[in-house]
């Protein structure tokens, strides 16, 4: 039963990812969206912010099916782990939002540690049974 519930989550976590990425390949497609992807990644301040955008896509996307494939999951689980931190540090610091951005970057903040938190779940149980 372990198995199968562990199995489940996997499956659902990888899917959050694949359907993220393959919303901003739409929106890529439909719409020019990566220049509006890269644009607010250029706006928090990184460098090469289309690189950055077609990373995060490739990222979500290859991340996504590997879980739901139960292909490398400990490590791709720990990247995963790494991207929700990074990405609610960077791009949730709701601290930094006006008084009436602060509660649904709070919110996404607090979704973004919560799936991590997740992850790093995955990825010991990964490790786990492993061992």
Not at 11 to 27: D, E, P, Q, R
Not at 85 to 91: D, H
């Amino acid at each position: 039963m372990n198995n199968m519930l562990v199995t489940v989550g996997r499956i659902l976590l990888g899917l959050f990812f694949l359907v993220l990425g393959l919303a901003k390949v739409k929106g890529v497609i439909d719409s020019g969206g990566l220049t509006a992807l890269s644009g607010y990644i250029g706006s928090r301040g990184l460098p090469q912010p289309q690189i950055i955008a077609i990373a995060t896509i490739a990222f979500e996307v290859l991340g996504g099916l590997a879980l739901i494939f139960g292909f490398l999951t400990m490590p791709i689980a720990f990247l995963m782990a790494g991207f929700c931190f990074a990405t609610a540090a960077l791009f949730h610091n709701f601290w930094t939002f006006p008084a009436e951005q602060m509660v649904p970057q709070f919110q996404s903040f607090m979704k973004n540690i919560g799936l991590a938190g997740a992850y790093l779940v995955l990825a010991g149980d990964s490790l786990r049974s492993k061992l």
